[in-house]
């Protein structure tokens, strides 16, 4: 295990990484269902991967950063770059291969990137048309649809970015963990040896985000793992910390622009 593992890796279990999958022409799908506490190890490949997720919340490793991304968001990472993926609760989970073509004109840098209603259609059409009796001209007009989305994929800030030093890492590999933990920030700063001044800053330069905003979004993406799971709003409340099923409910809209009831309902019509 590495720092990039998931949290409290030796409870997960380890997948085996994809070996035997064509080479992308210039796209190819892989959609399996991830179960719970599952990863796919540290591995690169000699072509670009969209890993994206349909249902659930997954962490992806990616040239040494961790995020947490939902179904409204998606990983690019480009040829030869180290990388890995897990699930806490499970996840249906869609890898894109897309060839590393220059001619293609894609992002060479990693990120992480909104996937509008249009690109997410369009990647769960591209892995029914993964069959030997699918039409080639219509996949191959998918194809050219989901490349176009890529092209207009812009990097945005809402996943969860880990942080990179020891110290950190291990704070909030607690904090995923334990996402009711109740400790405040001067309780954390003496923990790690450092002042509370110090923690602020360090974790601002780490991760772009306060630690209050960090720990707010990780329950975020935990509620939508649990809301996944049937789970009643008012038990998810509880569960994440929430002195009320209202303070909860308000988190998620300001986060999302929807209440978790909507934000249920629309994940099930996708």
Do not use: K
């Not at 295990?1 to 030796?10: Q, T, Y």
């Not at 207009?152 to 030093?165: G, H």
């Amino acid at each position: 295990m590495n720092r990039h593992s998931p949290p409290d890796a030796a409870r997960w279990t380890e997948l085996d990484v994809p070996r035997d999958h064509p080479a992308p022409d210039p796209i190819r799908v892989r959609a399996q269902r991830l179960p719970p506490r599952h990863y796919f190890p540290l591995h690169r490949h000699d072509w670009h991967q969209l890993a994206y997720a349909v249902s659930g919340v997954v962490t992806v490793s990616v040239a040494n950063r961790r995020y947490v991304i939902s179904p409204e968001q998606a990983a690019w990472v480009p040829a030869g770059t180290l990388h890995g993926t897990g699930t806490r609760l499970g996840a249906g989970f869609h890898s894109l291969y897309i060839a590393n073509n220059p001619a293609l004109a894609l992002a060479s840098e990693h990120m992480v990137f909104a996937v509008p209603p249009l690109l997410r259609a369009l990647i769960v059409e591209a892995d029914a048309l993964e069959t030997d009796d699918a039409d080639a001209a219509y996949r191959q007009q998918v194809h050219n649809l989901i490349l176009a989305q890529l092209r207009r994929a812009r990097p945005l800030t809402a996943a969860l970015p880990w942080p990179e030093s020891p110290a950190l890492t291990r704070l909030c590999e607690a904090l995923d963990a334990q996402p009711d933990d109740p400790l405040p920030m001067a309780r954390w700063s003496r923990r790690l040896g450092m002042s509370e001044r110090t923690l602020a800053r360090r974790f601002r330069d780490e991760t772009g985000m306060t630690l209050r905003a960090w720990r707010r979004r990780l329950r975020l993406f935990r509620g939508i793992e649990l809301l996944e799971t049937g789970m009643s709003v008012t038990d998810i409340a509880f569960e994440l910390g929430y002195a009320s099923t209202s303070a909860f409910i308000y988190m998620f809209r300001m986060e999302t622009g929807h209440s978790p009831d909507v934000y249920r309902r629309r994940a099930d019509a996708a």
